[in-house]
């Protein structure tokens, strides 16, 4: 799902991005892409690394790492975009 999600993402930016014209420097929708692209990648990443420790035989950390971050993924993702938010205004 991370991957699929990361794939529809650069779509839409390709999409955003031929719409708008071409400028020398970030727009906002550029940086609403880079950091919805960062924080695909990191779900994406602790996919893996939660799914490699499951192989490893590694489970009870596995789950504690999912514990923590299955909930906190809610709270700290709408906080960092809301900082996007109030710093590009």
Known sequence: MA???LV???????SISNQIPPV???TFADKFMILTYFVLLFTFSLNILILELQE??????AERI???TEYSTFIVVP???LLL???SI
Not at 8 to 14: K, S
Not at 56 to 61: A, E, F
């Open 3 to 5: 991957s699929s999600s």
């Open 8 to 14: 529809a993402a650069v779509m839409f930016h390709v």
């Open 24 to 26: 020398g420097y970030l």
């Open 56 to 61: 490893r035989k590694k489970v009870d950390l």
């Open 66 to 68: 999912h514990r923590r």
């Open 79 to 81: 906080i960092i975009y």
């Open 85 to 87: 938010f109030i710093i």
